[in-house]
């Protein structure tokens, strides 16, 4: 974990301990956990975002009939609608 040993966590925890007293750790480790909560919370919604929502379905819908719509005057016309 981190390249810490178990020497080195419980050197921190004392530290922790002398410097916020033993009434505080716990109100410390409570807030902590709940700031992680929410953080994976918010990093679970983000992710189930979908990444195709209804406007980029709608662009896709109106790219394939613009297309379409060229191959359309391509074939008519015998040439591009545009010149190169």
Excluded: C, H, T
């Excluded at 301990?17 to 033993?22: E, Q, V």
């Excluded at 990444?51 to 005057?73: G, I, Q």
Aim: glycine residues 8%; aromatic residues 4%; negative net charge.
């Amino acid at each position: 974990m981190f390249g810490l040993g178990v020497q080195e966590l419980l050197l921190i925890l004392l530290i922790v301990l002398i410097l916020f007293g033993a009434k505080r750790v716990p109100d410390l480790a409570k807030g902590l956990g709940r700031a992680l909560r929410e953080f994976r919370n918010a990093a679970k919604d983000i992710g189930m975002d979908d990444p195709e929502d209804e406007n980029s379905l709608d662009v896709k819908s109106d790219l394939k009939s613009d297309v379409k719509s060229a191959d359309d005057m391509n074939d008519k016309n015998g040439e591009p609608p545009y010149k190169a």
